[in-house]
């Protein structure tokens, strides 16, 4: 069973930066997708930043050019560094994998995921994210 655990929230200013881990337990440099996620309150779950094998991320378009996603494959560990960060970035964020998703598919889940669909097999626990302005 795959295992994925999230740390790095916290509370910051609007404007502030923070850096997001998840640690896998499997390798993260693999033929799946994988990625973060985030729900704000009263939102829907939502995917974020992802990234399929040694292809290119995929950003929702409200994170674009503030959120970056990377891996540390030695580590097995997958990174979301937010910057510019504001009230409306406030969620419970997730790491998740796809395990199943073949070439071409991960990005869907960074433009249309909304909570159903998709095979995201693999959750972690989620770490707060608060921005205060």
């Known amino acids: 069973q795959v295992q994925l655990v999230e740390s790095g929230g916290g509370s910051v200013e609007s404007g502030g930066s923070l850096r997001l881990s998840c640690v896998a337990s499997?390798?993260?440099?693999?033929?799946?997708?994988i990625g973060w996620f985030r729900q704000g309150p009263g939102k829907e779950r939502e995917g974020v930043a992802v990234v399929y094998a040694n292809g290119s991320p995929s950003y929702a378009d409200s994170v674009k050019g503030r959120f970056t996603i990377s891996r540390d494959n030695d580590k097995n560990t997958l990174y979301l560094q937010m910057n510019a960060l504001s009230p409306e970035d406030t969620a419970m964020y997730y790491c998740?994998?796809?395990?199943?998703?073949?070439?071409?598919?991960?990005?869907?889940?960074?433009?249309?995921?909304?909570?159903?669909?998709?095979?995201?097999?693999?959750w972690g626990q989620g770490t707060l994210v608060v921005v205060f302005s």
């Open positions: 499997l390798r993260t440099r693999g033929n799946y997708c």
């Open positions: 998740a994998a796809d395990l199943s998703a073949p070439p071409g598919t991960c990005a869907w889940y960074s433009e249309h995921y909304s909570g159903t669909g998709g095979a995201l097999g693999a």
